[in-house]
């Protein structure tokens, strides 16, 4: 979604630049030449700035993808090997800059093993070393938010009233408000991490 705004703020950019959409002024034909002139610096401008630069390299790489899984089929083994390495590298890149997500670089990468060589039962075990290294991944930044989490002394403080919350509500015999007693317990259990997290 950011890439797609980015690239409509450099086309409405550009348009502006030219001037599209405005009136044509009174005496065009005889300004025609420097105004044609001063838009194209104006382009030129607009496409140098870092904004322009790093949507315009998206808009190369997403073609360079879509023309290699297009044409890989046709392509000279040594051509294709080529491509897909230097895909790969721009692919490495942008995940580790967070222009692609971890779900787009898995789409790409499967594509660019799909669409090389091999056969078809080494495809296959590449896609399934794919996929494990990615639930690999996932599971190591799960762990990781769970052992930040356990290590935050306000999720400390919450575990602790928890247990006191669930105890103190399975005993009761009577739930106020009309409530059941698994509802008293969520409405229970989210007043104490508000009061844990935010204080409130």
């Not at 949507?55 to 040594?78: I, M, N, T």
Request: with cysteine; glycine share 6%.
């Amino acid at each position: 979604m950011a890439r797609v705004a980015l690239g409509i703020v450099f086309v409405a950019s550009v348009l502006l630049a030219t001037g599209c959409g405005e009136r044509p002024a009174p005496r065009a034909s005889v300004q025609a030449g420097p105004a044609n002139a001063s838009s194209q610096a104006r382009i030129r401008a607009l496409e140098n700035t870092p904004q322009a630069r790093e949507w315009l390299g998206q808009q190369r790489f997403e073609r360079d993808a879509r023309d290699f899984v297009r044409d890989a089929s046709k392509l000279p083994a040594g051509e294709r090997e080529r491509r897909a390495q230097a895909l790969e590298t721009q692919i490495e890149a942008r995940e580790q800059s967070g222009e692609l997500s971890a779900g787009e670089t898995v789409l790409l990468r499967a594509a660019l093993i799909e669409a090389g060589s091999g056969s078809e039962e080494e495809q296959k075990a590449r896609l399934a070393a794919l996929a494990e290294r990615y639930r690999a991944d996932a599971a190591r930044r799960e762990a990781a938010f769970v052992a930040q989490q356990n290590a935050d002394p306000r999720m400390q403080r919450y575990k602790a009233r928890e247990k006191a919350v669930v105890a103190e509500v399975m005993a009761m015999t009577t739930i106020p408000g009309g409530l059941t007693r698994d509802e008293y317990l969520r409405e229970r259990l989210q007043r104490e991490r508000e009061l844990a997290f935010d204080g409130h």
